[in-house]
């Protein structure tokens, strides 16, 4: 087995890989092809090497900037490359900020920026895996709700999930609350990536939504800063914790601007990170300030389920395909799925919540929205996006704003 | 044929009789019945005298506090009571503004706290509707597509339309740009009531969407105040005014707090008109500032046509039907009808564009949690409707605005 | 206006001249040219030189057997014309027969061979109608339904509707039964081409349903050979005459066998017509034998009444697009729609019955797979739909009766 | 853990027993508790005493016929009940012979009539069942899609799952074809109970959809009397071996009439089995000639992995929820579900077939009327679903087969 990982030089990398030579009994992995670009040589080198020292000989790692050299005969491709690096997250989330917006990467104008300069690599680099493989491509890249909508509705390209580490943190969470094993839940999850809702919890055999429910809330009321204790109860949902700048807009516009934005922080540590892989053979402590938490263990758990036909469940980003009833089936949703036969099969959910329903829709729509801007490099359709976003700017800031994105990401993306 | 009308007390009712008397030949009125409270009976009196002299004996008119004297053997029934009177309207549109939100009697909050006064109303009304009577219902009561969802799909009783003066007169004024008569013309028009979007207009077999997006483009370039010249261009729709809502809620908040509230004025403009109606013959000038223009035409033609089985088309707030087919069929929408056979039959239009479709899924999911907040007496679900409502409060401030909304309206609503 | 006829040698065309006749002077048409095949001269002459006598200086008539000439600039085109003529008729009806089942030019075996021999004509002319005109197309060229399908959603060109003449006639019937006129009605009315189901009948605002199956039902009981006068009530529908083939299929395999093909009658009229055409001023009474009652109604009055924006409605084929809500969106059907802006909108009916609902689906299956078996001249699709059909072959009988079809139609369609 | 066994004096119940026996480590029955009709006593107590000696102590069993003690503080309930008997089965495969349709007890007129006997016991169970328990029902009893649409959709009762023994034994056979374990399969199969299709086969990640087919078709070949080699080919299905019904209409029936339907051989079979059960000790080889292979591996299996939360693939008919994304989610399809939560949800499969779309869409609205021709006790809803069903009767016989079956059936079922 051959996998290839775009955006080999992140910092992410030694716990992929750690992930992988956990799987490596099961799967027997020959073949792990870093890709990364020129403007990152550096940091790529020392995450490499320190790569190196990690592996040993347990399978053969390859270092390229030719995407043809990391697709060729790959059969599980892992997207987790970040687009202009980390000073480009930093405008995705001050240039908002600027208006008064949410600076998130992912939610909101951050994460319109963000998917603007995604879409256009990641048009290229689909074009390229379906020349040189026939792998199965898991995305880390963000916004991954945003890309995994554009890949399956609009390239059309179907070999594809979008991975997030939110869900498999909530299983182990729910789990400890609980006091089961993982596999002995079931949920009832659905939304898009970051906007998702947990309706319903089964721990063998038996409903324990409302006494999870009770545990969380309990457990909320004693976290400071985090969602309000009695959130769960009256939207009888317990949402992803992104939810929050929906619901705390303000309140976080003012935190961010008070506290700065998070990608300055990740620089520092990313730096911080850096020196230590280029003198550890082990993963340092620090990569858990990194976040992305268990992200190696659901990257390497789906691609071993996948290639042993396991018969499991994951919670991936995929079409809809009729699992959640009022919703349209071609809509891109992070939902349990079965794998098997190489493949994600969404499984029967039903109906999903008013209020999920409602907020579902008009991101979905703004998602589209900022994807057709791309496609047709359509300012108007860009404008239409950014002015139908619940987190949006109103009409007298939407130009500016987009002014502003356009500018700083004109290296990527240019619509005229 | 018989016409009953519930809240015949209002200032409106002249400008509607003025219509039926217009219809008069056509469909032979009997007996014209007004319904109101003993609270508004002063003036109840003022209008019904006025009335009377208006119609001299072209029909018979009554005045009554007894639903079942309005509605035994009605034909076509009106609703255009407003609960609580003008006072009520006054707290929909202030609460909202104490909280930085859009205060308005129809969108967002101010809806709000409209609809949840309405609905027992409501269901006591259409309860006796058809205990009394095979009459068919337009309802003018605000917010009226609220009401419409919550009779046709909660309480089921389907002889029954929503109906909106903005229509009838969107259409007087493309007829007028475009120099032809308003059945030359066929429009696509969706959405819900106060926030529709027209997106094709076709007059006398020609697609003159892009002619008149251009001449409302000069036009609205030259009404200070009024949407940006560019907004159709950029939208590839022409919104309600009320979008102004969505797209300005900032500025608009602004304003409405700098003005004062609509309700404050209308009491001024009620006071007289109420005034004018004692001394005078005639509908006086000064009801063109109390709104709802061509408010009768709509409601007196709708009654003509559906009594002479005309073939027409109007535009009405009635159930999807697979009229609009990216909505789901059960949604309530305002759209195009053919009117025959004393019924409503929803014209096909093909798909909604997504920014319109993002922003009716949320805003029905609203209505829908508002209408359960009601019928289920649930806090809940009304802290659910407004913490979805895209203009609506935070978390912070939506148990305060609830609270401030249903201590103004206890005596029409209490959820416990 | 410009008005293109194909298949201008038909017997039917005086009668379409004669509704062009009547049309005249609400829409003026300049030029009427009428196409044919070299095959068809002889014919074509006969009927060109008596359409001339009936036209005298009404507008300007045509006759051409270049496409690019008959196409160039039209208005509306309409099509009729007959694939291999009546000889080949005669094999869509002899061929099933011989096998004992049902041989008729619509339904069955006899549409599925009608079908495959029409397609490449329909696919040639429809690229040169697209080529040429930017025309509106009324189809007759049978079997109706499958062409328009097969125009609709897979040639993908929109500016088509399918025409029968049994809506208008059943309509006339009614307003007859009823003592009221055509304009009067509103009927649920819907299915596929000859697959039809009148559901329900308001009359002026009167649902008029129970009292016109009383009587059709004492209607039917007089006419010996009809529909049993309880196959209304029983089916709570009254059905297209087709319905006959499907419920009484025995019966009508051996009538078909006793009293010989329709086919072979309609030769004998033909010539006859023919020989009066040569001699004649005006149409002749013999037309009536001859079928197709009402037709030229049907197709003049479509034209008038979509070229004058006139907000009728009419029961033509096209997309359902909503109109009956458990039905595909897509499936096209035979329904009321309201004609205006040069096009024709469906109106919302609601749910179709079941008993018509999985005739419907069975149907509309067999008709795709006809259609793909001609798209991708596959003989697997083609065999499907034979199995499919309720009144097709058994397994046994399938090869050899498409071996018959294919060997009798080998000029127009090769599948291997 | 408590069983309850509906039927309990069947042939089959050893069977069952020995199922239940092997999955017993697993699950720690406590109780299985058979219910039959006093009609059947006789035969109930041979079954019993055999079962009593299988068993020994390896769990509590009981006799009873009141159905509350059966399904009191019931875990599990299998039905497994024929409904008259075998005698009534003889009427449902003799009366539509007489009339030259086929005489299956579940396909065609057959199930129609074993339908309508069994809805009423089914009703009164089901009410029982909800009374006494909150146990899952497993549904063996005869036709056994209808009686899942009936119990899911009109009783609107959902822990309720219909199994066939088709499924695992096609599962069996595919996994010996190719060589793997049953769980190395994922197939995309779906249909109706006995009308069912196999469209994709997937072995360990590997589509073996064409390998598998090619293997059937050369397999079929050497079957004399089986489907022909060809079929597959064509269909590019592999469907239900009761799919001959539809394709050899014609030559099933001559077969039926020459050999004597199924009912009178399993008459002799059965008495024969229940003699050796009087003096055995462990099953007889006899047993295989009654049919229902592997019946018991289904249901204990499905039990076992329904009680365990076992995270496992079982195919089994209930509503469609979205799997199948071109059927209406509410029809009760038997499709692959995941077992998890003592639940089954159904996997998303894509679209299905045309054919298959056709002829599932055909039977289900037979279905649907012939549950509704029980419900409203309605002799016109039973003979449209006589007249529409493909392999029933024309109109002259449909009365005529319709009165022969209330006749023969009078003691169950009365419409009038």
């Known amino acids: 087995m051959k996998i290839a990982v775009v ?46 020292r990690m592996v040993k000989d347990k399978f053969k790692i390859e270092k390229t900037f030719d995407p ?43 994460g319109f920026s963000a998917a603007l300069r995604a879409f256009p690599l990641i048009e290229k680099y689909i074009e390229l895996v379906e020349k040189y493989s026939k792998a199965f491509v898991i995305n880390f890249t963000n916004p991954s709700g945003h890309i995994t909508e554009f890949v399956l509705n609009y390239l059309k390209f179907d070999r594809f ?18 006091g089961c094993k993982i596999e002995d839940l079931f949920v009832k999850y659905y939304g898009l990536n970051h ?45 992803s914790p992104y939810l929050r700048y929906y619901l705390f807009e303000k309140e976080m516009v003012e935190k961010l601007k008070k506290e700065g934005t998070r990608a300055k922080k990740v620089e520092k540590i990313e730096k911080d990170l850096l ?30 389920d996948l290639a042993t036909n396991a018969g499991t469940i994951h919670i991936v980003n995929t079409k809809n395909n009729g699992a959640v009833t009022n919703i349209p089936n071609d809509y891109v949703l992070e939902i349990p799925c079965y794998v098997k036969a190489n493949r994600v099969f969404p499984v029967s959910l039903g109906e999903a919540d ?25 300012r108007k359709k860009a404008l239409k996006a950014l002015l139908l976003h619940p987190l949006g700017p109103g009409w007298q800031e939407a130009p500016k704003i987009l002014d502003d994105i356009l500018k700083a990401n004109e290296k990527f993306i240019d619509l005229s």
Chains 1, 2, 3, 4 share one sequence.
């Open 7 to 52: 955006g080999g030089g992140s910092t992410y990398t030694p716990e992929l890989v750690k992930g992988l030579m956990e799987i490596n009994d099961c799967v027997k992995i020959e073949n792990v092809t870093f890709l990364d670009v020129k403007e990152a040589e550096e940091k790529f080198n020392v995450v490499f090497e320190f790569v190196k």
């Open 68 to 110: 043809k050299v990391a697709f060729d005969g790959a059969d599980y491709i892992v997207f987790q490359f970040r687009p202009g690096m980390l000073s480009a997250r930093i405008n995705d989330e001050e240039i908002p900020l600027k208006y008064g917006l949410i600076g998130q990467e992912t939610t909101g104008i951050g």
């Open 161 to 178: 999930v979008g991975l997030c580490n939110i869900p498999i943190n909530l299983l182990k969470n729910l789990s400890e609350l609980i």
């Open 195 to 239: 906007l998702t809702f947990l309706e319903k919890i089964f721990a063998k055999n038996e409903d324990v939504t409302q006494k999870i429910f009770q545990l969380l809330k309990m457990h909320l009321a004693n976290v400071p800063g985090d969602f309000p204790a009695d959130l769960i109860e009256i939207l009888e949902l317990y949402p």
């Open 275 to 304: 020196k230590l892989y280029e003198s550890s053979d082990s993963i340092p402590q620090q990569l858990m300030l990194r976040g992305g938490s268990m992200y190696s263990t659901a990257a390497a758990n789906l691609i071993k």
């Open 354 to 378: 008013e209020f999920a329903v409602g907020l579902i829709h008009i991101v979905k729509m703004y998602e589209r929205l900022t994807i057709e801007a791309y496609l047709y490099r359509s």
